[in-house]
């Protein structure tokens, strides 16, 4: 069984700020874990993914994202946020044990303000 | 350019009738999948095909309908046993049993009345 949870439904920052949006996860095996972006009644783009290589992944648009497998965490950062960044954000786990099958968070509403 | 399309982007049912949502792509893919998503709960996998015509049935199956007749389309049928159509709907594919990453079509809103 493979779960994930973002513990922000909504996250608001100014403009040139840092930008933390936060995901833990559950998986019974090794997981693979993945970061999209949605703009409004738009479809999912892949940010970054974490396929058990590096644990530090940089994305597109500056993002990037650190797995944690002591804390079972992949949380999205970025050093400076910009207007174009407000979107809603999923994190997203895919196990090997489990058919390849997403599961996806329940997303973040990211704000970004003057 | 290569990528998924989702056909329309707005539609409008009356209850009662099915409707049909429809997934292209040109990725050459073998596996493609259909999402549904409502406000606050993320996507939730409905049907998804790893070769042609062959099929499974996602989490939430029920009242809906598909067929693989083609490595190139996926069509979702939204059946009058769907109780609670109106959502956004995400088609996505990917490559392979050993890929992971999906790419998705712009959805489709569906909006029943």
């Known amino acids: 069984a493979q779960s994930v949870t973002q513990l922000d439904s909504h996250v608001s920052v100014s403009e040139g700020t840092p930008v933390l949006l936060r995901c833990n996860y559950s998986?019974?095996?090794?997981?693979?874990l993945f970061w999209y972006v949605q703009h409004p009644n738009k479809g999912l783009q892949l940010l970054l993914k974490?396929?058990?290589?590096?644990?530090l992944v940089k994305g597109i648009n500056g993002f990037e994202a650190e797995f944690k497998k002591s804390e079972t965490s992949f949380h999205l950062t970025k050093p400076s946020a910009h207007m174009s960044d407000a979107a809603e954000y999923f994190c997203?786990?895919?196990?090997?044990?489990?058919?390849?099958?997403?599961?996806f968070g329940t997303g973040t509403q990211l704000k970004v303000e003057l | 350019d290569g990528g998924i399309t989702q056909s329309p982007k707005y539609l409008f049912r009356k209850e009662g009738q099915n409707v049909t949502l429809s997934c292209e792509q040109n990725?050459?893919?073998?596996?493609m999948y259909w999402y549904r998503q409502d406000p606050g709960q993320g996507l939730r996998l409905i049907y998804y095909?790893?070769?042609?015509?062959?099929?499974q049935k996602g989490d939430i199956a029920e009242g809906y309908s598909v067929s693989r007749e083609k490595k190139e389309s996926f069509p979702l049928t939204v059946t009058s046993a769907q109780k609670n159509p109106t959502a956004f709907y995400l088609c996505?594919?990917?490559?392979?049993?050993?890929?992971?990453?999906?790419?998705f079509g712009p959805g489709t809103r569906l909006t029943v009345t």
């Open positions: 996505a594919s990917k490559s392979g049993r050993r890929s992971y990453e999906q790419y």
């Open positions: 998986s019974s095996y090794s997981p693979s």
């Open positions: 974490y396929t058990s290589a590096a644990t």
């Open positions: 997203v786990v895919s196990a090997t044990g489990g058919g390849n099958k997403l599961t």
């Open positions: 990725l050459n893919h073998d596996a």
């Open positions: 095909s790893q070769i042609v015509n062959d099929f």
